[in-house]
């Protein structure tokens, strides 16, 4: 992980919480089949963090 991304030193000085959401990558993220999802799974795991 880049230095950058990690929360740590943000939540220690100030009265925050870091949240880092994780979604989907690769083929089968965006794909959509019959039986596999209903398409566009990595758009819905994005939307979840954001609830």
Not at 2 to 30: H, I, K, Q, T
Request: charged content about 20%; hydrophobic content about 45%; aromatic content about 10%.
């Amino acid at each position: 992980m880049l230095g950058w991304y990690d929360g740590a030193a943000l939540a220690a000085e100030g009265d925050v919480v870091v949240v880092r959401p994780n979604y989907r990558l690769g083929s089968l993220c965006y794909l959509v089949l019959d039986g596999v999802g209903e398409g566009n799974l990595g758009l819905f795991d994005q939307l979840q963090a954001l609830r």
